[in-house]
T-cell receptor, first 113, second 114 residues
């Protein structure tokens, strides 16, 4: 059974810092991995999607990497801003057709002005 | 606007009273799925559908039913709700083409079963 773990569970940083969020998974037979952000009381917004054959994806100040063999993904946020405060979730899409998803527990990020 | 729409957004009901949470997407997505989010347990997949008339169980399907009669709609049915189904529910959809199957989520439906 696939298990997805995110460390740390919570993180508080001053504005402007570069930071790394970690996601690890137990079964390397994944279809893809997706990073989301969730604001309090809201739905999930997709940030980056990495296919199993890819090593990294970038969008603006965000960079996500994937190391399938070691079961790890990292989300790098450059020059953090207070607006980045949210919970960040990674989800592994598994199964022959990528039809099942397993989510990590999330990292709650607070960026202080 | 491309979106996934869930209704109702908030619902309080009583044990045993059947209810349906609707989910509709306007992006012509083949894949649709339901999740529940609980404190300390995170998001867990309930059911998913790869296309019309094709549905399958996720990790926590007990107590739920779904149907996919049309491509755009994927309702979640609780035939006899119980208090342990009190949760925040999300519907999501995506196309089913490798490299482009980014999941789009609805805003969520908060259900309380008394």
């Amino acid at each position: 059974k696939q298990e997805v773990t995110q460390i740390p569970a919570a993180l508080s940083v001053p504005e402007g810092e570069n930071l790394v969020l970690n996601c690890s998974f137990t079964d390397s037979a994944i279809y893809n991995l997706q990073w989301f952000r969730q604001d309090p009381g809201k739905g999930l917004t997709s940030l980056l999607l990495i296919q199993s054959s890819q090593r990294e994806q970038t969008s603006g100040r965000l960079n996500a990497s994937l190391d399938k063999s070691s079961g790890r993904s990292t989300l790098y946020i450059a020059a953090s801003q207070p607006g980045d405060s949210a919970t960040y979730l990674c989800a592994v899409r598994r199964g022959n057709a990528g039809n099942m998803l397993t989510f990590g527990g999330g990292t709650r990020l607070m960026v202080k002005p | 606007e491309a979106q996934v729409t869930q209704n109702p957004r908030y619902l309080i009901t009583v044990t045993g009273k059947k209810l349906t949470v609707t989910c509709s997407q306007n992006m012509n997505h083949e894949y649709m799925s339901w999740y529940r989010q609980d404190p300390g347990l995170g998001l867990r997949q309930i059911y998913y559908s790869m296309n019309v008339e094709v549905t399958d169980k996720g990790d926590v399907p007990e107590g739920y039913k779904v149907s996919r009669k049309e491509k755009r709609n994927f309702p979640l049915i609780l035939e006899s709700p119980s208090p342990n189904q009190t949760s925040l529910y999300f519907c999501a959809s995506s196309i089913h083409t490798a490299g482009a199957n980014v999941l789009t989520f609805g805003a969520g439906s908060r259900l309380t079963v008394l």
